[in-house]
C-alpha cells in the first residue's frame, strides 16, 4: 500500500474518495464499495475505522496496526461514501481465512476468555482448515452519519459479498452496542459463543457467529433481502457488488415438482 494503514492523510483521502466517485457514477446518496487489500478503496476503509475506533473507544493508529497489521492481506472491505458530502462514512472490514486462522479464535485463546482454539471451533462446529467461515474484523459508521441505516447497509454489502464466496457464517467480537444491531438485522441468527468482556477499548464486548446460509434459512435469506430493496433506492453499488446483490436479491427457495415421468425437477424461485 502507498500510504500507512489507518494514518491516511487528509489530502490523499479526499483524492481517493473523489477518484472512487468519478469512476463510479450514479447520483444516488451513496456509494458502496467492494475492495481487496490492495484497492484504494481499502486504504480509505481503513482510516473510515482509525477515525471512528479513535473516538469511541480511544484506539489509536498504532494500536490498530499492532491488532491488524498482519491480517491486511486477508481482508475485504466494504466502504460507504457519501456523495454530497464526497466523504468516506463507512467501513466494514472481514478477513477470510482457514477458521483456525480467524482473529476471533486467536483472541479468544488469550484473557480475558482463555478459551483454546480447538474448544471454540468445536463450539461453533469449524474444523481448523474449514473456509467456509470470515471474521467481521470492524464495523464503522462515521459520527455524522449514525442512525441513517449504515451500519445494516454496511453488513447487507458484506453479506452479499460473504455468500457469494461461499461464506455461510461470520463469527466476531463485537462491541454489545453493535451486537443489538445485529441481532436485530437477523432476527436471532446470532449466537454466543462466550461471555461479555472489555476489549480493545470496549468496555463490553462479546465473541459470536452468526448464521448466513441461503439454502438452510429461508426466514433469514428474505430479512437480508428485504434490507437489500429499502437500500436499492438511496444507494449505487459498485460493478463488483452490483451483480452480487443482483444474484443474492434473485435467491430462494428450492422446490422439488413430481412430473408424470420419474424425473424430479428444481427450481429456483426468485424473490
Known amino acids: 500500500m502507498p500510504a ?36 484504494d ?31 491486511l492481506p486477508s481482508m475485504t472491505h466494504v466502504l460507504v461514501l457519501d456523495r454530497a458530502r464526497r466523504a468516506a462514512v463507512g467501513s466494514l472490514i472481514l478477513q477470510a481465512a482457514p477458521a483456525g486462522e480467524l482473529k476471533t479464535f486467536a483472541d479468544l485463546a488469550q484473557p480475558p476468555w482463555s478459551l483454546p482454539a480447538d474448544g471454540a471451533l468445536a463450539a461453533v462446529d469449524l474444523s481448523y482448515g474449514a473456509r467456509t467461515a470470515a471474521d467481521l474484523l470492524l464495523l464503522a459508521v462515521s459520527s455524522t452519519h449514525r442512525n441513517r ?11 452479499v459479498a460473504s455468500v457469494q464466496q461461499g461464506i455461510d457464517r461470520w463469527t466476531a467480537i463485537l462491541d454489545d452496542s453493535l451486537l443489538r444491531g445485529l441481532h436485530g438485522l437477523t432476527g436471532g441468527a446470532v449466537r454466543p459463543i462466550a461471555a461479555s468482556h472489555p476489549y480493545l477499548g470496549s468496555p463490553a464486548s462479546t465473541p459470536i457467529t452468526v448464521r448466513m446460509s441461503p439454502a438452510l434459512d429461508l426466514p433469514l435469506l428474505r430479512r437480508i433481502q428485504r434490507v437489500g430493496a429499502i437500500a436499492a433506492s438511496r444507494v449505487t453499488f459498485c460493478p463488483r457488488l452490483a451483480s452480487a446483490v443482483e444474484t443474492f436479491q434473485a435467491l430462494g427457495p428450492v422446490t422439488r415438482r413430481r412430473p408424470s415421468t420419474s424425473r424430479v425437477r428444481e427450481a429456483v424461485l426468485s424473490h
Not at 4 to 23: C, G, N, Y
Not at 43 to 55: K, N, P, T, W, Y
Not at 149 to 159: E, R, S, V
Open 4 to 39: 500507512e494503514p489507518f494514518a491516511l492523510e487528509a489530502r490523499e483521502s479526499q483524492r481517493l474518495v473523489d477518484d472512487l466517485l468519478r469512476r463510479s457514477g450514479g447520483d444516488a446518496p451513496f456509494s458502496v464499495h467492494l475492495a481487496g487489500p490492495d484497492d
Open 41 to 71: 478503496a481499502a486504504l480509505l476503509s481503513l482510516q473510515v475505522a482509525a477515525d471512528v475506533f479513535l473516538e469511541s473507544f480511544g484506539n489509536t493508529a498504532s494500536l490498530l496496526r499492532d491488532e491488524y497489521a498482519p491480517l
Open 149 to 159: 441505516g449504515l451500519a445494516a447497509l454496511l453488513m447487507y454489502a458484506g453479506w
